[in-house]
């Protein structure tokens, strides 16, 4: 598949390239804690204008024409539509994730890090795609796709690209060290309490780690610095409507209808 959307039968590329758009980049301010059931209000927030936002994708991120893609109205769902298309042959594992959004969506703000790291990860790789939270215990949300995606070796590399007022959400307990700076995410699988103690007394000992998973190389940067340097192969685009209110909408139809034909 190439950026015009063209298919070779039985051929896939080696690492295959997503961009993965969240129609709450080109919204500002950045909305943080939404109100659930609900959208922003319309008085209180700017939505990129359409010719700003088309540019932006034809120039910056190198779009042309239709791409195969999903659409999705919540960020969640694409974790789920993903493992379809990978487990129908459409899409190739490990692949490259360009991620436009005002949230990194890698853990920060809800709890879901912690059956992950505790027990999904026990699991051996090829069967963490069907995330089965015990009652009580947060799964995959909005707020933490990506590390389920990362937790599966879905993803190769992931860039977080974010609009003004986003950037610096970054999880500390799923980078490489612990190190908020560090340039790779590195899942460390371990014990309840071990993730307790750490996140308790995050400059204690280290925790007794039961494994590793392998580091995924990591970068995110301000929108205005940002071009892309190779095509993409397909292109997402969701609508999370508690992040972006209703004037946002239009502008969601002409990305779709520009850049994405729907698999």
Same mark, same amino acid.
């Given at each position: 598949?190439?950026? =015009?959307?063209?298919?070779?039968?039985?051929?896939?590329?080696? +690492?295959? @390239? +997503?961009?993965?758009?969240?129609?709450?980049?080109?919204?500002?301010?950045?909305?943080?804690?939404?109100?659930?059931?609900?959208?922003?209000?319309?008085?209180?927030?700017?939505?990129?204008?359409?010719?700003?936002?088309?540019?932006?994708?034809?120039?910056?991120?190198?779009?042309?024409?239709?791409?195969?893609?999903?659409?999705?109205?919540?960020?969640?769902?694409?974790?789920? @539509?993903?493992?379809?298309?990978?487990?129908?042959?459409?899409?190739?594992?490990?692949?490259?994730?360009?991620?436009?959004?005002?949230?990194?969506?890698?853990?920060?703000?809800?709890?879901?890090?912690?059956?992950?790291?505790?027990?999904?990860?026990? @699991?051996?790789?090829?069967?963490?795609?069907?995330?089965?939270?015990?009652?009580?215990?947060?799964?995959?949300?909005?707020? =933490?796709?990506?590390?389920?995606?990362?937790?599966?070796?879905?993803?190769?590399?992931?860039?977080?690209?974010?609009?003004?007022?986003?950037?610096?959400?970054?999880?500390?307990?799923?980078?490489?060290?612990? =190190?908020?700076?560090?340039?790779?995410?590195?899942?460390?699988?371990?014990?309840?309490?071990?993730?307790?103690?750490?996140?308790?007394?995050?400059?204690?000992?280290?925790?007794? +780690?039961?494994?590793?998973?392998?580091?995924?190389?990591?970068?995110?940067? =301000?929108?205005?610095?940002?071009?892309?340097?190779?095509?993409?192969?397909?292109?997402?685009?969701?609508?999370?409507?508690?992040?972006?209110?209703?004037?946002?909408?239009?502008?969601?139809?002409?990305?779709?209808?520009?850049?994405?034909?729907?698999?």
């Amino acid at each position: 598949m190439n950026s =015009n959307g063209d298919v070779k039968a039985g051929v896939l590329p080696a +690492i295959p @390239r +997503i961009l993965d758009i969240d129609l709450d980049f080109f919204v500002q301010p950045v909305v943080t804690n939404p109100e659930p059931g609900s959208r922003p209000c319309v008085e209180g927030h700017t939505v990129w204008a359409e010719d700003r936002a088309i540019d932006f994708l034809r120039e910056n991120c190198g779009l042309v024409g239709r791409t195969p893609g999903i659409l999705t109205e919540k960020h969640d769902a694409l974790f789920y @539509r993903w493992r379809g298309v990978i487990d129908s042959g459409v899409l190739a594992a490990p692949f490259h994730v360009t991620h436009l959004d005002a949230h990194a969506d890698l853990g920060s703000g809800d709890l879901g890090y912690k059956y992950l790291m505790t027990s999904l990860l026990l @699991r051996d790789h090829r069967e963490r795609s069907h995330p089965d939270p015990p009652p009580g215990k947060v799964g995959v949300t909005e707020g =933490n796709f990506l590390l389920f995606a990362i937790a599966c070796r879905w993803i190769s590399d992931l860039s977080y690209i974010y609009g003004d007022g986003g950037g610096s959400d970054e999880l500390r307990f799923v980078m490489q060290g612990f =190190n908020l700076e560090s340039d790779s995410i590195q899942l460390a699988c371990m014990s309840p309490k071990e993730l307790s103690a750490m996140v308790s007394s995050p400059r204690g000992r280290p925790p007794s +780690i039961e494994h590793l998973e392998p580091a995924v190389p990591y970068n995110s940067q =301000n929108w205005r610095n940002f071009q892309a340097d190779q095509p993409y192969d397909f292109v997402c685009l969701t609508r999370s409507p508690q992040y972006s209110p209703a004037t946002a909408d239009p502008l969601f139809e002409v990305i779709a209808d520009l850049f994405i034909e729907p698999i």
